[in-house]
């Protein structure tokens, strides 16, 4: 089962250099979070960061469980939660990022038929914390450069949009206050070099103004 995978796994990457986090990773339909939550106690206890893989063809009642009763601080995928209103203003409330693959959504897990009918927009009009992500790469010739291409084509994002989307990400990383700082400024420096080439109409300042919901 889960819970005594979850259980194993925190364990054995205690020692492990480079761990930061211990989560469940694609527990799919019909999985129940609960079993987890031995695994999450002991993942906590052990001082990582606790991110669920949830949400994706899961209901949003598992991520409100994996939220409040796992203590979740981050969730990977996360397309759901727009089925029950509470669950996403809960995450927006705690300001719990999300972690969302749209090109996996449509080519693996099927969430959505086409790119342009992914929720992305409207999980960004509820206020959600989005960021931009590539899921299985090998699986779906893809890599993030093709996630950020493809959703601003899918959606009619500008260049500065998609620097603030690069930002978000940058704001949801388990860095340091210093490191954050720091990759804020190599992403707005290349952003600075590549802006005029690619959008001629942007602002000056990629790192300022919220993102805009689309219609």
């Known amino acids: 089962g889960g819970g005594g995978e979850a259980s194993a796994g925190a364990r054995g990457g ?25 695994g999450y106690r002991l993942a906590r206890a052990s001082g990582f960061h606790l991110p669920a893989h949830q949400g994706e063809n899961g209901p949003a009642s598992a991520i409100r469980y994996d939220v409040e009763v796992l203590g979740v601080e981050r969730i990977d995928h996360g397309v759901s939660v727009l089925d029950d209103p509470a669950v996403a203003q809960l995450l927006v ?17 099927n969430t959505v038929p086409r790119l342009e009918e992914h929720p992305w927009p409207r999980m960004a009009a509820a206020g959600l914390h989005l960021t931009l992500n590539s899921d299985d790469p090998a699986f779906i010739e893809s890599n993030l450069g093709d996630e950020y291409a493809q ?32 990759l804020r400024d190599r992403i707005a420096n290349a952003a600075g070099g590549l802006g005029p080439a690619i959008d001629p109409g942007r602002s000056t300042d990629p790192r300022s103004g919220p993102t805009p919901p689309v219609d």
């Open 151 to 182: 959703l601003a084509r899918a959606f009619g994002y500008g260049f500065d949009e998609m620097v603030r989307i690069a930002m978000a990400g940058v704001d949801a990383a388990w860095l340091s206050t210093l490191e954050k700082a720091a």
């Open 14 to 38: 205690g020692g492990a250099r480079g761990s930061m986090g211990v989560g469940m990773d694609s527990p799919g339909r019909g999985s129940d979070p609960a079993a987890y939550a031995p």
């Open 93 to 109: 409330e705690r300001a719990i990022p999300l972690t969302v693959c749209p090109l996996s959504n449509v080519r693996i897990a």
